[in-house]
């Protein structure tokens, strides 16, 4: 059975930068593509991000693009996310997900493990 650990979370200021890391555990990492997701309160979760397997290829949802980063390594069976000029509107539980493919996908009922979620909060 996967298990995926979030850490790194936590409250910064508005412009400020957070790293969130996953590792994973009970699998073959590299074989999986692996994507963070958020839900603030009252919305539903969505992708922020997604990488395939190698990390040839990464996905960024539009209001992301250019100030988050998803990486991975994996000979650690971990991936990172980079958030650099937070802003308030990013303030959500962070979620990493992987799913049983090398393709990445965008979707939350495409992945197959989760994460516990880690809050990251925003002040203004």
């Known amino acids: 059975q996967v298990q995926l650990v979030e850490s790194g979370g936590g409250l910064v200021q508005a412009g400020g930068s957070l790293r969130v890391s996953c590792v994973a555990s009970?699998?073959?990492?590299?074989?999986?593509?692996m994507g963070w997701f958020r839900q603030a309160p009252g919305k539903e979760r969505e992708c922020v991000t997604a990488i395939n397997w190698s990390g040839s290829r990464t996905y960024y949802v539009d209001s992301v693009k250019g100030r988050f980063t998803i990486s991975r390594d994996n000979a650690k069976n971990t991936v990172f996310l980079q958030m650099n000029n937070l802003k308030p509107e990013d303030t959500a539980v962070y979620y990493c997900?992987?799913?049983?493919?090398?393709?990445?996908?965008?979707?939350?009922?495409?992945?197959?493990?989760w994460g516990q979620g880690t809050q990251v909060t925003v002040s203004s």
């Open positions: 009970g699998g073959t990492f590299s074989s999986y593509a």
């Open positions: 997900a992987g799913r049983a493919g090398i393709l990445l996908r965008t979707l939350t009922h495409e992945y197959n493990f």
